[in-house]
């Protein structure tokens, strides 16, 4: 089984890891990881987890090695580790705006490396991850990367050049949903309904216009009719939501998600 390396040890880390451990993509044993912030790794280290004491160890003991920080650090952490990426490596990225060109010109070699966008429902095992390869990397190697999401969640292979664009689609959007429930749940409170009562409704509501959506056979549109009887109280909302542009203002929401992924890229 090939190794496996991680470099930061957040939650988005611990969520991959946690996903190949309980899918069995993946033995303890054959990963590593490192984080500035010791504190993180005690939960891997006690599932048996590598831990080790710099970036340039996780690299040297791996394969595969994911480069799970912010997007800030980049800079630092290829330099950090440039000295110790084989040609054999291969390098996946899970940040924001960072190309694959940047991380392979600063390493200054000719590993492969994979450029994902997850999301955190990845932790419940329900992600929604794209993925882009560089031109050099086997079909091989890509495939056991595409693996690792595909164990928890949806997998999606993209040109890089909408890699920025996606971000928008699956990687920021789980906080539009959550802040479209946060007013679900308010509004229902303030009627004198439950908190645990709304919060029970609305999730199950969302799960279930999401099967909709991909089982029904109906497009969006088609949907949308269905809910709304002339004169009733879908449209009466729907009036509302349109007066204040909600349709729109989630486009431009996700324009400004797409154009701010460009300002953090390299």
């Given at each position: 089984m090939s190794s496996i390396g991680f470099i930061g040890a957040g939650n988005m880390a611990g969520a991959i890891i946690n996903g190949m451990l309980c899918n069995k993509v993946a033995a303890a044993e054959d990963i590593f990881v490192f984080d500035v912030d010791s504190s993180k790794l005690e939960a891997l280290w006690e599932k048996g987890v590598n831990v080790c004491n710099d970036a340039c160890e996780v690299v040297k003991k791996s394969r595969f090695v994911f480069l799970a920080v912010k997007p800030q650090n980049y800079?630092?952490?290829?330099?950090?580790?440039?000295?110790?990426?084989?040609?054999?490596n291969i390098i996946i990225s899970i940040a924001a705006g960072i190309s694959i060109n940047y991380v392979l010109s600063s390493l200054k070699t000719k590993c492969g490396c994979v450029r994902v966008m997850p999301n955190t429902p990845l932790l419940l095992g329900c992600?929604?991850?794209?993925?882009?390869?560089?031109?050099?990397?086997?079909?091989?190697?890509?495939?056991?990367?595409?693996?690792?999401?595909?164990?928890?969640?949806?997998?999606?292979?993209?040109?890089?050049?909408?890699?920025?664009?996606?971000?928008?689609?699956?990687?920021?959007?789980?906080?539009?949903?959550?802040?479209?429930?946060?007013?679900?749940r308010d509004y229902a409170i303030e009627q004198g309904i439950s908190e645990s009562s709304a919060m029970e409704l609305i999730c199950s509501t969302l799960k279930g216009s999401a099967e909709m959506l991909t089982k029904s056979g109906d497009d969006v549109d088609t949907l949308i009719r269905k809910v709304s009887s002339p004169g009733g109280t879908t449209l009466a909302a729907l009036d509302v939501l349109d007066r204040g542009g909600f349709y729109e203002n989630i486009k431009e929401a996700m324009a400004a998600c797409t154009k701010r992924a460009g300002e953090l890229g390299r």
């Amino acid at each position: 089984m090939s190794s496996i390396g991680f470099i930061g040890a957040g939650n988005m880390a611990g969520a991959i890891i946690n996903g190949m451990l309980c899918n069995k993509v993946a033995a303890a044993e054959d990963i590593f990881v490192f984080d500035v912030d010791s504190s993180k790794l005690e939960a891997l280290w006690e599932k048996g987890v590598n831990v080790c004491n710099d970036a340039c160890e996780v690299v040297k003991k791996s394969r595969f090695v994911f480069l799970a920080v912010k997007p800030q650090n980049y800079s630092e952490v290829l330099e950090t580790i440039s000295t110790s990426v084989r040609g054999d490596n291969i390098i996946i990225s899970i940040a924001a705006g960072i190309s694959i060109n940047y991380v392979l010109s600063s390493l200054k070699t000719k590993c492969g490396c994979v450029r994902v966008m997850p999301n955190t429902p990845l932790l419940l095992g329900c992600g929604a991850t794209a993925l882009c390869p560089s031109d050099n990397i086997s079909d091989e190697d890509f495939d056991f990367v595409k693996r690792i999401f595909s164990a928890s969640g949806v997998c999606r292979v993209l040109p890089e050049n909408q890699m920025n664009t996606v971000i928008s689609v699956n990687g920021s959007s789980p906080a539009y949903i959550y802040l479209f429930a946060k007013a679900m749940r308010d509004y229902a409170i303030e009627q004198g309904i439950s908190e645990s009562s709304a919060m029970e409704l609305i999730c199950s509501t969302l799960k279930g216009s999401a099967e909709m959506l991909t089982k029904s056979g109906d497009d969006v549109d088609t949907l949308i009719r269905k809910v709304s009887s002339p004169g009733g109280t879908t449209l009466a909302a729907l009036d509302v939501l349109d007066r204040g542009g909600f349709y729109e203002n989630i486009k431009e929401a996700m324009a400004a998600c797409t154009k701010r992924a460009g300002e953090l890229g390299r």
